[in-house]
């Protein structure tokens, strides 16, 4: 049975910081790894993803993984209150032949304080 | 220009009834998904089409049928709504070849009354 785990939170940052999200999955068959940013009401929106070890950097971004700690993290730097919303760390064994879902943690909710 | 795009929005209806929900992507991608968000947000995948093709059926009951008339529509029938299917509903879409980066709907509240 795949997992992937997440803290709950509330995750509270104050504006201006950095917001580390961390997210570990069970299965070391997984290929490809997801952060989804999801509003209050909203539909999951796709911030990063990323599928080799080392950092991934976009703007504010940053996907950190490591394969061998079955570990994932996002960092947020220079956090904005428009940051807040429930992060979502997903994975999947796909590997470019078929149509496998994503496997989602229960997301952190994340709190960006003015 | 709506990517993926859903159709109803909400959706309220009794106990015993069917239903379906519509989803369009135009992305031109070749997959499509379907997921569950129950109460408590939790994120599940209930099937994918590829291709029209049906690729991935977790176990969900058999009252619920998808249906994929092309590439681009994947639709959603629920037989016989019991209280437990209240939740919000996601069509997903991905390009298959690619690492599997997965574009949402806007979502449909499904409420069994």
């Known amino acids: 049975q795949k997992e992937v785990e997440q803290n709950s939170g509330p995750l509270s940052v104050p504006e201006g910081a950095i917001a580390s999200l961390n997210c570990t999955y069970s299965?070391?068959?997984?290929?490809?790894f997801f952060w989804y940013r999801q509003y209050s009401g909203k539909s999951p929106e796709l911030i990063m993803f990323?599928?080799?070890?080392g950092d991934k950097e976009d703007g504010r971004f940053t996907a950190q993984l490591n394969k061998a700690s079955q570990y994932v993290s996002l960092l947020i730097r220079d956090s904005q209150p428009s940051d807040s919303a429930t992060y979502l760390c997903?994975?999947?064994?796909?590997?470019?032949?078929?149509?496998?879902?994503?496997?989602f943690g229960k997301g952190t909710h994340l709190i960006i304080q003015p | 220009d709506t990517a993926v795009s859903q159709t109803p929005k909400y959706l309220v209806t009794q106990m015993g009834n069917d239903k379906s929900i519509k989803c369009e992507q135009n992305?031109?991608?070749?997959?499509m998904y379907w997921y569950k968000q129950d109460s408590k947000k939790f994120l599940k995948i209930m099937f994918s089409?590829?291709?029209?093709?049906?690729?991935i059926n977790e176990t969900v009951p058999n009252r619920f049928s998808p249906k994929s008339p092309d590439k681009a529509h994947l639709n959603l029938h629920i037989n016989s709504l019991e209280l437990g299917d209240s939740a919000v509903y996601f069509c997903?879409?991905?390009?298959?070849?690619?690492?599997?980066?997965?574009?949402f709907g806007p979502g449909t509240r499904l409420t069994v009354l």
């Open positions: 997903a879409s991905s390009l298959s070849g690619g690492y599997n980066e997965q574009f």
């Open positions: 299965d070391r068959g997984s290929q490809s």
């Open positions: 990323i599928y080799s070890n």
């Open positions: 997903a994975v999947t064994s796909y590997s470019g032949g078929g149509a496998d879902g994503l496997t």
């Open positions: 992305l031109g991608h070749d997959t």
């Open positions: 089409y590829n291709n029209k093709e049906l690729i």
